[in-house]
């Protein structure tokens, strides 16, 4: 089975530009979820696709970050402008309907300058 | 509110000798707790998780964690440590049920194994 699949896995971006993050979950898995671990700091939930809807994305720091996920399979985070502070590494992780257990990504590093 | 402390931000432990990484947590309701580790350069990996039944669960690479209700702790440990544990280590909580599977993480744990 192959796994969660993220890239690019290190990205780095003057302040201002847009990047965009994508995310393969394991095929099958309907559950989809986006985390940001900034230096230091505990792993932040962003959001949750069930399928193609947004289950929840109260973790979301504001409107400069934009999450979707088309016909249910892959997903994308698209960061735009980007600001210093979005600098960390974006987790995906995928799971199969009612069950608990994460799969994660290698996750994308984002560096902005 | 869901949220889980570990305490230490890093834990030095001679090769060999047994090791412990804190976890406490506060949940309303039942826990699901899991242990994940990141590699250097690498992704998360699932460790280990537990939800009901023993209160020791064993997990990959040697690594088993206790539950303890009363303590609200979920401690990870391992008998014999090895230099390739070296790496950093999180704790993480979500309800049991309700539909929702948002999980929280803890701040991690860096392991550092001395030779």
């Known amino acids: 089975e192959a796994g969660v699949t993220q890239f690019p896995s290190h990205s780095v971006i003057e302040k201002g530009q847009t990047v965009t993050l994508r995310c393969d979950p394991i095929?099958?898995?309907?559950?989809l979820y986006w985390y940001r671990r900034v230096m230091g700091k505990e792993i932040k939930f962003l959001l949750h696709?069930?399928?193609?809807?947004?289950?929840?994305e109260s973790g979301m720091p504001n409107n400069r970050f934009l999450a979707e996920r088309t016909g249910g399979t892959y997903s994308t985070l698209k960061v735009q402008p980007a600001e210093l502070e979005d600098s960390g590494v974006y987790f995906c992780?995928?799971?199969?309907?009612?069950?608990?257990?994460?799969?994660f990504g290698s996750g994308t590093r984002l560096t902005v300058v | 509110a869901q949220s889980v402390a570990q305490p230490e931000d890093q834990v030095n432990v001679a090769e060999g000798n047994p090791l412990t990484v804190k976890c406490t947590y506060s949940?309303?309701?039942?826990?699901?707790l899991f242990w994940y580790v990141q590699y250097p350069n690498r992704g998360l990996q699932f460790l280990l998780k537990?939800?009901?039944?023993?209160?020791l669960v064993k997990g990959s690479y040697g690594f088993e964690a206790e539950f303890n209700k009363s303590q609200t702790s979920f401690h990870l440990k391992k008998p014999s440590a090895l230099v390739s544990d070296s790496a950093l280590y999180f704790c993480?909580?979500?309800?049991?049920?309700?539909?929702?599977?948002?999980?929280?993480f803890g701040i991690g744990t860096k392991l550092q194994v001395i030779p």
């Open positions: 537990y939800i009901t039944g023993d209160n």
């Open positions: 993480a909580v979500r309800v049991i049920g309700g539909g929702y599977q948002k999980v929280t």
């Open positions: 992780a995928s799971s199969p309907r009612d069950r608990g257990g994460y799969t």
């Open positions: 949940v309303s309701g039942n826990p699901y």
């Open positions: 095929s099958g898995h309907d559950n």
């Open positions: 696709f069930v399928k193609e809807s947004k289950q929840d």
